[in-house]
């Protein structure tokens, strides 16, 4: 049997695994158990009661963080002409067509989010099998195909994350860092849970939301009672 740790020790007194936590007493443990020495991600899990063989309970949105991630998002947009301009006013981090495609065709792929117009999908569609495997296929869905692409980007460094449920119908998906206000997590936590009880298929019935963890990348995992959230 494996041994503890004497921190993993420390941090198990923190918690009760039986019991619900509220979101605000939630983040108030992860920030006081004892930390390792960088700034740890704050993540939200979800384990949902939905049949991800059916398209559609899937689950995928974005939600806009109040507080942003903390984390600097390196963004490149696919675009031609005066869409160009606006993708470069609005603080795009690389901006190219054919060129670029290329560029990640040659195996560069530095950067987090990638943005297209509906014009160029049918050239970056050739990126699929390099893209979609690391989650970066720009999408209509998650807001990343579009002609607003000002809008977008703006959105995307202010904070937007995506959410979308994996193949055992659970949704993960970071709220900030650990060094963030406690305030701030509560509130960047809160819009995440109401994005995903917006989200909730018209097919699924009866509990939608089994359980809601919150935890840090070395911390705990703090079972979250969502029950105020709750729109059915």
């Known amino acids: ?3 503890l740790s004497k921190r993993r020790k420390e941090v198990q007194k923190f918690t009760d695994n039986n019991k619900l936590y509220g979101l605000a007493e939630a983040v108030s443990i992860l920030k006081n158990v004892p930390h390792v020495k960088f700034d740890e991600t704050v993540q939200i899990s979800f384990k949902l009661d939905v049949d991800i063989k059916q398209s559609d309970q899937m689950i995928r949105g974005t939600c806009i963080l109040p507080h942003g991630t903390g984390k600097t998002v390196r963004v490149i947009v696919f675009c031609k002409g005066e869409m160009s301009n606006s993708a470069k006013e609005a603080g795009a981090d690389f901006i190219g067509a054919g060129d670029l495609i290329e560029k990640i065709n040659g195996g560069w792929l530095d950067f987090d989010v990638a943005i297209s117009t509906p014009d160029m999908m049918r050239d970056v569609g050739r990126l699929g099998k390099v893209l979609g ?6 999408n209509p869905k998650s807001g990343t ?3 607003d692409v000002a809008k977008a980007i703006k959105d995307i460094k202010a904070g937007r994350v995506e959410f979308k449920t994996d193949k055992q119908a659970n949704v993960h998906t970071p709220v900030g860092k650990l060094s963030f206000p406690e305030g701030s997590l509560v509130e960047n936590a809160s819009a995440l849970i109401e994005a ?8 699924v019935k009866g509990q939608y939301i089994k359980n809601v ?4 990348t070395m911390g705990p995992g703090v079972k979250v009672d969502v029950s105020k959230f709750r729109s059915d």
Request: net charge positive.
């Open 133 to 138: 495997p690391k989650g970066l296929m720009p």
């Open 213 to 216: 963890y919150l935890s840090s």
């Open 1 to 3: 049997m494996k041994r």
């Open 145 to 147: 195909v579009t002609n």
């Open 196 to 203: 995903i009880f917006r989200a909730r298929p018209a097919a």
